[in-house]
């Protein structure tokens, strides 16, 4: 069974606005990975925090991890059309077994 | 930019072909993996290579066979496939196949079996 839950499962937003898309999971993990893949493209890796952070930064990008309530958020501030995807959190239980959320398809609209 | 490299992009195969999807990475990565995407779902692990030897098989039927000829380059035969094996076939690798290592993709190969 799927290990993480994304939400929402699409967002549409206007450029310059930010995007927030929240994953939950459901049990103890090593480490939690977010992907952003463009439409049947391959996945992109974008940030990878371990499970004693609660929150990493890569230019535009912020994520944050809370392993009590067992869930993540990435947020993409001032967004751009060419951040149109989707976007997947992977958790990571042990032995790179990366385990993909649903998903959230992002729009970004000029 | 990825430097996991994939071929074919595209593949159409009869139920009755025999064919191959090849991943070769140049990074010195130890690890490398298969996963198999359908349509608006999320990627699933189906194969896990470490130091070249098969780690972990998620119960993947025999009708798919990888093989790791050497660290840089794994293979996935197909042989009598079926329409529903019909997806996009990602391949990625990581230093090691150890937790808290990123692992990177490919751009994935489009298989349509008919």
């Known amino acids: 069974s799927q290990q993480g839950e994304e939400d929402p499962q699409a967002l549409s937003i206007q450029e310059g606005e930010n995007a927030t898309m929240n994953c939950s999971y459901k049990?103890?993990?090593?480490?939690l990975q977010w992907y952003r893949q463009n439409s049947g493209r391959g996945l992109v890796h974008l940030i990878l925090?371990?499970?004693?952070?609660r929150e990493k930064h890569s230019g535009r990008l912020r994520v944050t991890l809370d392993t009590s309530k067992k869930s993540s958020s990435l947020l993409i501030t001032a967004s751009r059309a060419a951040d149109t995807a989707s976007y997947f959190c992977?958790?990571?239980?042990?032995?790179?077994?990366?385990?993909f959320g649903t998903g959230t398809r992002l729009l970004v609209s000029p | 930019d990825t430097e996991v490299t994939q071929t074919p992009k595209h593949l159409v195969m009869g139920m009755t072909n025999k064919k191959s999807l090849k991943c070769e990475q140049h990074?010195?990565?130890?690890?490398m993996y298969w996963y198999k995407q359908k349509a608006k779902k999320p990627p699933e692990l189906m194969f896990v290579?470490?130091?070249?030897?098969?780690?972990i098989n998620e119960s993947v039927p025999s009708r798919f066979s990888p093989e790791c000829p050497n660290s840089s380059l794994l293979n996935l035969h197909l042989h009598a496939l079926q329409p529903e094996d019909s997806a996009l076939y990602l391949c990625?690798?990581?230093?090691?196949?150890?937790?808290?290592?990123?692992?990177?993709f490919g751009e994935g190969s489009w298989l349509t079996v008919v």
């Open positions: 990625a690798s990581s230093q090691e196949a150890d937790t808290g290592n990123t692992i990177y």
């Open positions: 049990t103890s993990i090593n480490n």
């Open positions: 925090i371990r499970s004693n952070e």
């Open positions: 992977a958790t990571d239980t042990g032995f790179q077994k990366l385990v």
């Open positions: 990074m010195g990565h130890r690890a």
């Open positions: 290579y470490s130091y070249e030897k098969l780690s």
